[in-house]
C-alpha cells in the first residue's frame, strides 16, 4: 500500500509545464517527443481513413493560413500539416505535432479568411497547449487514483473494479469534463490571440461563433454541465471580453 501511495505521489508531482499565452500550469506526464509521435501516427490513419478534398485551390487557401498562424505560434520544431477532408461535419481538429484536418462541413460557415483563421487559430491552440497530453495525463491519474484509493479502504477485491468504475464517472464529471471546457475556453483565447498576432481580424471571431450558436440553436444538446464545450453564449461572451486585452502592437 506505502508503494502504491508513494506512487501516486510521484505521478501527482510529475510533468509541470505552463500553457501559451494563459501562463497555467498544468499536470501532464507525457513528453513532447512521445506526444508529437502519437500524433504523426494518428494523422497517418485519418489519412488513410477519410476522402481527402482534391480542391487544390481550397487545401492551398487552408495551408496558406495555416501556416500565416504557424509562422507565429513559436513552435518552429512542430511539422505542421494542412489537411482538408471532403465530409460534411461541422468540424476541425489539431493532432499533436501540428497536423491540422479541416472538413469542408465547417467551411461552409466561414464566410472569409479571417474567420476560417478563428477555427485555425483555435485548433492550433489545442496542440500548442498540449491539452491532449494533459487530459491523457489527468485521466492516467484518475485511474491510478482509484486503484489505490479502493486498496486504502479496503474495498474487497472483487469489488474494486466496480468501484474504480464508479470513482471514473465521478472523475469525469467533476474533474475531466470541466477541465474539457477550461480546454476550450483556453484554446478559444490562445487562438484569438494568434489570429491576431498573425494578422487577421478578432472581431470575426465573434462574428463566427454567433453564426454557430444560430446553427445549433434549434438542435438538442447536452446540458452544459455534462459539455465538453461552453455553452454558446458563454464562449462568445468570454472572447467579447478578451479581444480589448489584445496588446496595441503585434
Known amino acids: 500500500m506505502r508503494i502504491g501511495l508513494l506512487f501516486l505521489i510521484g ?3 510529475a510533468g509541470c509545464t505552463k500553457t501559451p499565452v494563459t501562463n497555467r500550469s498544468q499536470f501532464i506526464l507525457l513528453s513532447s517527443q512521445e506526444e508529437m509521435s502519437m500524433g504523426a501516427t494518428e494523422a497517418k490513419k485519418v489519412v488513410e481513413t477519410s476522402k481527402v478534398s482534391t480542391d487544390k485551390a481550397l487545401q492551398a487557401r487552408i495551408k496558406r493560413i495555416g501556416e500565416r498562424i504557424a509562422a507565429v505560434s513559436g513552435h518552429s520544431e512542430y511539422s505542421w500539416e494542412f489537411t482538408v477532408i471532403e465530409d460534411d461535419t461541422l468540424n476541425a481538429f489539431c493532432l499533436p505535432g501540428g497536423k491540422v484536418f479541416f472538413y469542408t462541413g465547417i467551411l461552409k460557415v466561414t464566410e472569409n479568411d479571417d474567420q476560417i483563421a478563428t477555427v485555425m487559430g483555435h485548433e492550433i491552440a489545442h496542440a500548442l497547449a498540449r491539452h491532449g497530453a494533459e487530459r491523457l495525463s489527468m485521466q492516467t491519474a484518475s485511474n491510478v487514483g ?25 472523475s469525469q ?24 498576432k498573425a494578422g487577421y481580424n478578432p472581431q470575426q471571431a465573434l ?16 446540458p452544459a454541465f455534462l459539455s465538453t464545450h461552453p455553452a454558446d453564449a458563454d ?5 467579447k471580453a478578451y479581444i480589448p486585452q489584445l496588446p496595441a502592437q503585434r
Do not use: C, H
Not at 173 to 188: C, M, Q, T, W
Open 235 to 239: 464562449r462568445i461572451i468570454a472572447i
Open 173 to 196: 464529471v467533476g474533474l475531466i469534463l470541466p477541465y474539457s471546457r477550461k480546454f476550450e475556453n483556453e484554446a478559444d483565447q490562445i487562438g484569438v490571440y494568434l489570429m491576431w
Open 146 to 170: 482509484a486503484q489505490v484509493l479502493a486498496a486504502a479502504l479496503n474495498v474487497p477485491s472483487q469489488y474494486q473494479t466496480l468501484y474504480s468504475q464508479a470513482y471514473g464517472v465521478t
Open 11 to 13: 505521478v501527482l508531482m
Open 207 to 222: 462574428k463566427f461563433w454567433e453564426k454557430m450558436a444560430a446553427l445549433s440553436k434549434n438542435s438538442q444538446k447536452t
